[in-house]
């Protein structure tokens, strides 16, 4: 069953606490025995009081006090093994809860942008917490309550059949009740659950797209429709909530009415059998006092189960994005590339996303180190993409894309990566200091180190006069920030990290005209000795480029110089006509 595999990977995520399960499965197995003695001794106290009159006192006496240090002695060895239980089982699911939590963010961090186009990050945040909770209270709740019941009904109960194999029988029923009646409920009930929680995850994932665009729900006037659009979300879980609920309140009906009917049979067919002289008044009370003990535990276990089925769904979704494989696999001999020397080659690469048509097409060109290549063409034409491919942020479907005579997937992600520096179109910083953003590149960086880099992006005099300097918090994506200050701090970052392949995309797209003069000779200065990718809608911004690679509809189309590609009156040609038409057009 589906429900059984899944908590057995549950329990399996605790292979590197192997031991402290295994002890803590052995402390439960001495807590059941205990349980188990202890409507035995009562039962056998009370035997001990029905024959009284036909003892002597001493003897009386002596059998007395002997049952009373055994029954104390089972209660201390059942509050010292309670207790060791507590601590460790505490302490193995907080330690497991968050070595998961790691797991599943180093991985999905790890994931390539194919995974991350297609899943909001406010699912992958919601699956990672409600997830991690789960297995928390899933391995606590097991080892300290739960493991004691599946151990007393696969091992201890059977016993009871050699104190009275009847009155026995009946207890071995309550179970298989139990066992049979939760199994159907489960049945019925597990694909809706799966369905709520689906409904849940869209549930966040419509919260966080609508609270990360906020400015837009707010100038657009959206806030009735995205309220209403979240609303429609909820009435759908309690709409597939609601008949699961039934199903379990039935469970909790049922298991009930057993329990009641157990501890009626149990007296009934107990007062017969002391009749007839098959079982004493000891035996009746031991067997209730078994029956009391197992329903109590068997209607925890019920609810166990139908939590654990509330889990599943949440559960799966862990699971599914902790077996989520990336499309850019790294091999296990990944070679781990030194400072690269910037020789780059685009070996007739082609490249389609999965299940899309084809984006690139026999893309083939070198960049020799120290080198620039302009990237130009319309929007779509492939320039990013191409460069996605250098960043391994995909696999070529067809050539092959080298550094330094190395096949790209030959390379480690992390050495591959660490010798490319990106300045994108949009600037990306993380929601913490200026300080901490330039960091992201060359942790190592001294002040000084960081302020040069400031001061060759034009960033520096602008972050002098924030509040807390280098210390200022941006804000979430850098709100706090201007355009232009954002893309001159991702510059910045850039020239931090000092990297052999630098690819500017849209590098200057952000800043005005007198800035961006500025920034064109810092990034002249960066430029050189690096092989340097520019991809660019501003003509301008390429006109020193050593070669320039016009793209259109997934093609290099032209390639030259500026002055070359100029003369030759093609498509580049075109283009620069264009953008000077535009800049000469009168304002209407």
Known sequence: MQFIRLYGRVLALLAADRWVACGLALSALALAGLQFLEPVLFGRVVDLLSRSSTMGEQALWREAVTLLVVWGSVGLAGIGANVAVSLLADRMAHRNRLRMMNRYFSHVLSLPLAFHGDVQSGRLMKVMLVGADNLFGMWLSFFREHLITFISALVLLPLTLLLNWRLGLILIGLVAVFTLVTAFVIRKTQSAQMQVERFHSQLAGSAQDALSNVVVVQSFTRLRSETKMFSDIMRQVLDHQFPVLNWWAVVNVLTRACSTITVIGIFVLGTILHVRGQASVGDIVSFMGFATLLIARMEGAVAFVSHLLFQAPALEEFFQVLDTRSTVPEKADALDLPRAEGHVRFDHVGFAYPGGSRILADIDFSAEPG??????????????TAMALLQRLWDPVEGAVTLDGHDLRDLSLESLRRNIGVVFQESMLFNRTIRDNLLVGRPDATQEQIEAACRLAEAHDFIARQPQGYNTMVGERGASLSGGQRQRLAIARALLKDPPVLI??????????????????????????????????????VREANTILVFENGRVVERGTFEDLVAADGRFAALVKTQLMGAVAPAH
Do not use: C
């Open 371 to 384: 080198t620039a290549v302009a990237l130009v063409g319309q929007t779509g034409a492939g320039k990013s």
């Open 504 to 541: 500017l995309d849209e590098a200057t797209s952000a800043l005005d005209a007198a800035t961006e003069a500025r920034v064109q000779i810092a990034l002249r200065n960066l430029m050189q000795g690096r092989t340097t990718f520019i991809i660019a809608h501003r003509l301008s911004t």
